[in-house]
């Protein structure tokens, strides 16, 4: 297992649509296993494989809190397949947005259907701070951010904050 250097705002590949998982090989299974290590290690409750560089519809997460324990799941090409009219706030940040935290509302539950490693097909319904997280993960595998549930002017700005940090960066 490897930590996995992050994508940042505002590097392109963020906007990329991540295109389905085809064939579950080792390489899946070593990169899901990367993507654990590295998303722990943040810590982030959730992690896009786009974040990491790689654009395939494969998402981690952990939605225990605290003392829990650990709930890791791994989802692949997963999708939302109803979404509750009950929506929720949450404040929601992101690994490739550091250090910024704004309120998102989003449906307060959520099905969802994905792939396990093993190639099973899975249904889930997830509520609380599963729901946001998987909504929010799924948008970056559409090339979304959750900065563009907000207004243009806050958007604007984040965005503005993480330019100026690239150049100071030399864009590294
Ligand atoms: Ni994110």
């Given at each position: ?9 505002p590097?392109?590949?963020l906007?990329?649509?991540s ?9 899946v299974k ?36 605290g003392?829990?324990?650990?709930e890791?799941?791994?989802l692949i090409n ?15 940040g992101c690994?490739s947005?550091p ?8 449906p307060?539950k ?17 509520e ?7 909504q ?21 700005r984040?965005?503005?904050k993480?330019q ?7 864009g590294?």
């Amino acid at each position: 297992m490897s930590l996995l250097p992050l994508v940042i705002l505002p590097d392109p590949l963020l906007r990329e649509i991540s295109k389905p998982v085809a064939d579950l090989d080792g390489r899946v299974k070593a990169l899901i296993e990367d993507m654990f290590e590295t998303m722990y290690e943040a810590p982030g409750v959730g992690l896009a494989a786009v974040q990491v560089g790689v654009t395939q519809r494969i998402v981690t997460m952990d939605a225990t809190r605290g003392d829990d324990d650990k709930e890791p799941l791994a989802l692949i090409n997963p999708e939302i397949i109803w979404s509750s009219d009950q929506l929720s706030d949450y404040e929601e940040g992101c690994l490739s947005i550091p250090d910024y935290h704004e309120v998102v509302t989003r449906p307060a539950k959520v099905g969802v259907r994905f792939l396990t490693l093993a190639g099973k097909i899975e249904e889930r319904e997830m509520e609380g701070l599963a729901a946001t997280v998987i909504q929010h993960e799924i948008d970056h595998l559409n090339g979304k951010l959750f900065i563009d549930h907000l207004s243009k002017l806050k958007r604007d700005r984040v965005l503005k904050k993480f330019q100026k940090i690239a150049r100071h960066q030399g864009g590294a």
